[in-house]
């Protein structure tokens, strides 16, 4: 396809960038050469120049070099944002191992996957309760040989250093005389051992359902991420060097988070403002304290903003602009956050298999209602038909969203099988069904055929419904996305009992909240007689979302 939407270039964005055959860690390593007294992090308070950020990586990469850790091992990692997540994660990096990036919010079983189908030997946590109990109890069922374990108050400021392990005690856990201390691998030198990272080489399994609803683990190289920052910092017209400050409280640990709220910034020696979980009325501080220019988010998180009673007391100016991801944006939603900022808010789109931005509104010139905007620099995209995947549409025909770039993963870990579905002559087959029109500009008319997504979280209705088929009671489900005014969609599972049986909502989502992640816990549990289905017996998971959608409309 001709890339017409370079005609909706502003410019100062050229349709090819240069990328330097460097490891991501060289970001990092350049914003402290350059930028070294500039402010790296600041965490409750706690502040790091990228000089210090810099010194405690590699010191970091030391202490794991001290372990054995080598090129090309699995090092997994369980944070919310924090200064020891950037610093295990670059310290890893460092060494060429690959990343294994996991969510806290996981339960034993997730997370035993994962290790497991990576094959991590090394896991590095916080003591918190909702992180380290879990994986002690895993550990005997996984390959790991060492689990790390930090505290939070180890980067936190005088007093509350001091305060915090008595204000939360209900929150640390006991830790076991086996694990390593992650303060004692810092004393184990500061000469780095000479290792040889490639660009192409991996370095992170970013696990996802990917295009065909089985988790599996992204392997993006250090070519991938150093290209995605570029290409973000490109769309980020305007912007000054060594002098932007950006609130960081997308997840790291997901890959949006990863790129826009790490490696970008650190790219451009900005400030990262650490935040480990959302909360409004925090956020609302933190924007009036520390005057972050740019904040990446999701879109309930413009809600939540918009919606604040006290949102009028608060002094947001700062904020210059924003990309919204993971869900579509309201323009209602758009309109009011700059008003009440006075900054610019995007809707961009992407997908772990492509590290993950691949489009964007520009922050200069036309902007669609409902479109996730035009591709990024070097990035080629292109409707087909559903039904064979060669078939290239027209203007305004409905069909799977295919995209090329460098951005693009070099494939699935382990999988051959499935990397070939979604590569194809050199095109991500995204399972994204989407249009583009006359300009160039993209609209996802429905999202990969059984994802779901709630307030910016990726859902797989599989993981819930292996789940609820192993409750005693439960002859048939079947988990859809349900339209939420709120989370954008929420889970709704359809539940056939067996005979002679019965079963309470609340039982049932009971036992989902014992056996995976919160977010991912069925809102509304239907009972049924049956379901419906195809005439092999394949359950027809789309009639019901569109029964919902009917309802909705009744409404």
């Known amino acids: 396809m001709e890339k017409i939407w370079l005609k909706h270039y502003s410019e100062d964005i050229p349709p090819t960038l240069d990328y330097p055959d460097v490891p991501i860690v060289h970001f990092l390593e350049k914003a402290t050469e350059n930028y070294p007294e500039t402010l790296a992090t600041i965490f409750m308070g706690a502040i790091m120049t990228y000089r210090e950020l810099n010194d405690q990586v590699n010191r970091f990469a030391c202490g794991l070099s001290s372990l054995g850790i080598k090129k090309g091992d699995r090092v997994a990692l369980l944070f919310p944002n924090c200064p020891q997540s950037i610093?295990?994660?670059?310290?890893?990096?460092?060494?060429?191992?690959?990343?294994?990036?996991?969510?806290?919010?996981?339960?034993?079983?997730?997370?035993?996957?994962?290790?497991?189908?990576?094959?991590?030997?090394?896991?590095?946590?916080?003591?918190?309760?909702?992180?380290?109990?879990?994986?002690?109890?895993?550990?005997?069922?996984?390959?790991?040989?060492?689990?790390?374990?930090?505290?939070?108050?180890?980067?936190?400021?005088?007093?509350?250093?001091?305060?915090?392990?008595?204000?939360?005690?209900?929150?640390?856990?006991?830790v076991s005389p086996h694990a390593i201390q992650f303060q004692d691998l810092m004393?184990?030198?500061?000469?780095?051992?000479?290792?040889?990272?490639?660009?192409?080489?991996?370095?992170?399994l970013q696990y996802t359902g990917g295009t065909t609803g089985i988790s599996k683990g992204v392997m993006l190289t250090h070519h991938n991420l150093v290209v995605n920052a570029i290409q973000c910092m490109s769309w980020s017209v305007g912007i000054e060097i060594g002098k932007e400050r950006l609130l960081a409280v997308l997840p790291f640990f997901h890959s949006f988070g990863m790129t826009v709220s790490m490696n970008f910034p650190i790219y451009v020696a900005a400030t990262m403002i650490l935040v480990p979980r959302f909360d409004t009325k925090e956020i609302l501080s933190l924007i009036q304290k520390y005057k972050p220019t740019m904040f990446p988010g999701v879109p309930t998180m413009y809600v939540a903003i918009n919606n604040h009673p006290e949102v009028s007391k608060y002094d947001l100016s700062s904020v210059k602009f924003c990309i919204s991801g993971a869900a579509p944006l309201p323009l209602e939603v758009l309109q009011e956050f700059e008003r009440v900022t006075g900054g610019k808010l995007r809707e961009g789109y992407g997908l772990t298999e492509s590290s993950p931005v691949t489009h964007c509104n520009p922050l200069e010139g036309l902007v669609k209602e409902g479109s996730i905007g035009i591709p990024f620099p070097d990035t080629a995209c292109k409707i087909v038909d559903v039904d064979t995947g060669n078939k290239e549409l027209g203007s305004n025909e409905i069909g799977e969203l295919c995209i090329k770039g460098p951005q693009i993963m070099k494939g699935?870990?382990?999988?051959?099988?499935?990397?070939?579905?979604?590569?194809?002559?050199?095109?991500?087959?995204?399972?994204?069904?989407?249009?583009?029109?006359?300009?160039?500009?993209f609209y996802i008319m429905d999202r990969k055929k059984d994802m779901i997504i709630a307030s910016g979280f990726n859902i797989y209705p599989r993981d819930i419904e292996e789940v609820l088929y192993e409750?005693?009671?439960?002859?048939?489900?079947?988990?859809?996305?349900?339209?939420?005014?709120?989370?954008?969609?929420?889970?709704?599972?359809?539940?056939?009992?067996?005979?002679?049986?019965?079963?309470?909502?609340?039982?049932?989502?009971?036992?989902?909240?014992?056996?995976m992640a919160k977010y991912k816990v069925p809102k509304i549990v239907e009972f049924r007689d049956e379901l419906p289905k195809t005439i092999v017996g394949k359950i027809l998971r789309r009639e019901l979302v569109e029964e919902e959608l009917k309802k909705n409309e009744a409404h």
Request: charged share 25%; proline share 5%.
């Open 87 to 174: 610093i295990a994660l670059f310290a890893a990096l460092k060494l060429g191992a690959i990343v294994v990036q996991n969510n806290p919010l996981y339960v034993e079983r997730e997370l035993k996957y994962q290790v497991n189908n990576s094959g991590a030997e090394t896991m590095i946590t916080l003591d918190l309760k909702m992180m380290y109990p879990k994986i002690e109890k895993i550990r005997h069922e996984t390959c790991l040989k060492h689990v790390i374990v930090s505290s939070l108050k180890e980067y936190l400021p005088f007093p509350l250093s001091v305060l915090y392990p008595l204000a939360k005690r209900k929150y640390i856990a006991r």
């Open 187 to 204: 004393k184990k030198g500061d000469t780095l051992p000479s290792v040889s990272v490639e660009s192409d080489d991996v370095a992170l």
């Open 412 to 441: 699935y870990w382990n999988m051959p099988e499935e990397t070939d579905i979604a590569l194809r002559g050199g095109w991500l087959y995204t399972g994204d069904i989407a249009k583009v029109d006359e300009d160039g500009y």
């Open 471 to 515: 409750h005693p009671k439960v002859k048939e489900a079947v988990v859809a996305g349900v339209p939420d005014a709120y989370r954008g969609e929420t889970v709704k599972a359809y539940v056939v009992l067996k005979d002679g049986v019965t079963a309470t909502e609340g039982e049932i989502i009971q036992f989902c909240t014992e056996n």
